[in-house]
């Protein structure tokens, strides 16, 4: 039986794709008979506070589905104060450091990033020509927050470069949810090890039952994070709701502005429906026509884990954030793309959809084309094989 340690920010019962990405990496290896051991914060996000059970305790150590994790302070925050997010990130980085001194590490370790300076931390303390380290790359920062808006090119943004790449030269081998960001890994490495590794969901898939829908309007569902990435808030201000009911599942930063714009709007066919565990949600989501995937901007290396989600679930989608995401939408048929930022050319696409013709037969074959094309278990075997 192998030792492998994963280094992660976000981890169950915290919610999000990066939780679920991590959750199913480490169980997918469990059962391939490798002794699995996670080490990640205690569990604060998406709101930034110490989970109640977790509250008041410096270190928590478990097992869960037979993995071992340990789970570490940290300051939990998310302030919009640059200052307390960077004590946030540094306060884990000190946890991780101490847990290396007083830990035998495995030779094989797997590392989440962003955040780039968690990544740097496990990487600068771990490297060693004994130790294999695989670097997950899901973002590519600094470049995703200068498109976001959160960064500025300036001294701050060529320090948060320089650790990129230092995170880049010294893995051995770096996972990629996307081509885009093998692409940029290979502009600056172009010998180094990388394998394309997306975030396909391991779910039971359910049977999609054919109910005629009793409205005349189209129900169109969003769940997930109410974060500034996704701008779910300027969606709700930019929606045409004369044909459309829009259904809101998920929290996060927006939440509270999402809530208020709704209560000050009450003729508009907008519902919020709070947060749900992700099987609920899969219930849920089986009662909409359509769902949305939005981006507020193009994020170069984004793809949003929801397009292997909601397309293993049969339900079709209405992407709106450009990019190789919208490419996997166009190329599986899994539903429809309106161009990225343009709002009116959204309400135009989604005015065309019928919600009579959204029914099982299309479900069906977008749930037959997910299982066929994102498999989760041939590409864990590739994984296994690399490492």
């Known amino acids: 039986m192998k030792d492998i340690l994963i280094i992660t920010n976000y981890f169950p019962p915290e919610t999000g794709a990066a939780s679920n990405r991590i959750f199913q990496l480490g169980e997918g290896l469990q059962k391939h008979h490798f002794k699995v051991t996670v080490v990640a914060p205690l569990p604060n996000y998406p709101n930034g506070k110490i989970f109640k059970s977790y509250r008041g305790k410096f270190k928590h150590t478990s097992t869960e589905n037979k993995i071992t994790v340990h789970r570490l302070w940290l300051y939990a925050s998310n302030s919009k104060n640059k200052l307390l997010r960077l004590f946030a990130m540094l306060s884990y980085s000190l946890s991780l450091i101490w847990f290396f001194l007083r830990h035998n590490i495995p030779k094989t370790v797997i590392i989440q990033s962003p955040p780039l300076l968690v990544a740097f931390t496990s990487i600068f303390f771990l490297r060693s020509k004994k130790r294999k380290l695989i670097l997950n790359v899901s973002d590519l920062w600094p470049l995703a927050g200068l498109e976001l808006g959160a960064l500025k090119k300036g001294l701050v943004y060529q320090i948060l470069e320089r650790i990129e790449q230092f995170n880049y030269k010294h893995a051995h081998l770096i996972l990629g949810q996307s081509q885009e960001i093998l692409n940029h890994v290979i502009s600056t490495f172009p010998i180094k090890e990388t394998l394309l590794y997306r975030n396909f969901p391991n779910f039971k898939p359910p049977h999609i039952i054919d109910v005629p829908s009793p409205s005349k309007k189209l129900k169109l569902v969003y769940a997930g994070l109410l974060g500034v990435a996704q701008g779910v808030y ?20 927006e939440r509270t502005k999402i809530e208020n714009f709704i209560a000050k709007h009450p003729r508009l066919d907008i519902k919020y429906h709070g947060e749900l565990s992700r099987n609920e949600l899969h219930q849920e989501l089986l009662r909409y026509d359509v769902t ?33 995401g919208e490419a996997i939408v166009k190329e599986n048929n899994l539903g429809w793309v309106a161009k990225a930022g343009d709002y009116t050319h959204l309400n135009i696409v989604i005015s065309k959809l019928n919600p009579v ?8 074959q977008i749930q037959i084309k997910a299982l066929k094309t994102f498999d989760y278990d041939s590409q864990l075997s590739q994984l296994i094989e690399t490492i």
């Open 357 to 364: 013709e959204i029914n099982y037969d299309l479900k069906k």
């Open 292 to 324: 949305i995937i939005p981006l507020l901007n193009r994020i170069y290396g984004s793809v949003p884990s929801k397009i292997f989600e909601y397309a293993r679930l049969g339900l079709p989608v209405v992407y709106f954030g450009g990019g190789e």
């Open 234 to 253: 300027k969606l709700c201000q930019e929606l045409d709701y004369t044909t459309i009911e829009f259904h809101i599942y998920g929290s996060g930063a």
